[in-house]
Nanobody, 121 residues
């Protein structure tokens, strides 16, 4: 079955950096886009960054709020995706989730358990 396991969260000061990892299993990793989302307390889950499948040429897209500060990447051999976060701000504080959307007659979104990122001011 599909499994996504995030790691790398933690507490960092304003302006600091963290790199999140997501290791996937249970599907052919290179064939699917991978995305990062986040959810801050009292807010809805929001898209952060995505990286396309091998077929798409690994196209990359970001939310406006993180452009220029966050970098998404993937390692198809290792079934992993990464989110490098620089110049972190207190408003980046959230639980960060890895996501894969599997299309089909019954589309399914799979999520990891999340990793907490806290940015102190």
């Amino acid at each position: 079955q599909v499994e996504l396991v995030e790691s790398g969260g933690g507490l960092v000061q304003d302006g600091g950096s963290l790199t999140l990892s997501c290791v996937a299993s249970g599907f052919t990793f290179s064939e699917y886009s991978m995305k990062w989302y986040r959810q801050a307390p009292g807010k809805e889950r929001e898209f952060v960054a995505g990286i396309g499948s091998r077929e798409s040429g690994h196209s990359i897209f970001y939310a406006d709020s993180v452009k220029g500060r966050f970098t998404i990447s993937r390692d198809n051999a290792g079934n992993a995706t990464y989110l490098e976060m620089n110049s972190l701000k207190p408003e980046d504080t959230a639980i960060y989730y890895c996501n894969v959307h599997v299309p089909g007659p019954v589309p399914v979104d799979y999520w990891g358990q999340g990793t907490q990122v806290t940015v102190s001011s």
